[in-house]
């Protein structure tokens, strides 16, 4: 039962439909991801037919549209700025305990456990702002592909070159 067959109808001789081999665990697994994959790639095209038809009514023209990634890089470029600030602060601060822990030291004292947990606590700032400041500057340089990519589509789907 197991097996590929051919069914026929009894009335006429005919085929009326093939009977593929029952699937074992790995080839059902298998066959549902390949279902899901397929599913997600159907849902993927339509997201971006609706995304184009969106960009095409919602924009005039490519003017508009340079806009709205001007504002978007706008805020992105403050980021980034507000960033570059927050590391060079918290560097300045680090640097200062860390000479007077220095001092301290090199004239025979101890660094008491307060300006330790507070240097500690200073470098894990730093160390947090300065991870924050590389993912702007990763969301910056995909938004920059962002827009290229998005204007030449634009300028396709319109028929237009694109302004440059």
């Not at 890089?73 to 560097?91: E, F, G, Q």
Request: net charge negative.
């Amino acid at each position: 039962m197991n097996q590929v067959r051919e069914e026929f109808n009894a009335s006429s001789g005919l085929r009326n439909a093939q009977v593929d081999w029952a699937l074992n665990d790995d080839e059902r697994a298998a066959a549902i991801t390949a279902a899901a994959l397929d599913q997600l790639q159907r849902m993927a095209e339509q997201t971006r037919q609706r995304t184009e038809q969106a960009m095409l009514s919602t924009y005039a023209d490519e003017d508009d549209l340079r806009q709205v990634f001007n504002e978007r890089r706008d805020v992105i470029d403050n980021n980034l700025r507000t960033s570059a600030y927050n590391v060079a602060s918290l560097r300045s601060a680090l640097v200062a305990l860390l000479g007077a822990a220095g001092d301290r030291e090199l004239s025979g004292g101890k660094v008491p456990d307060k300006d330790a947990a507070a240097i500690t606590g200073h470098h894990a700032r730093l160390q947090a702002q300065q991870r924050l400041q590389a993912s702007f500057e990763q969301q910056r340089q995909a938004l920059d592909g962002e827009i290229e990519t998005t204007l030449q589509r634009y300028c396709e789907l319109k028929g237009v070159a694109p302004a440059g």
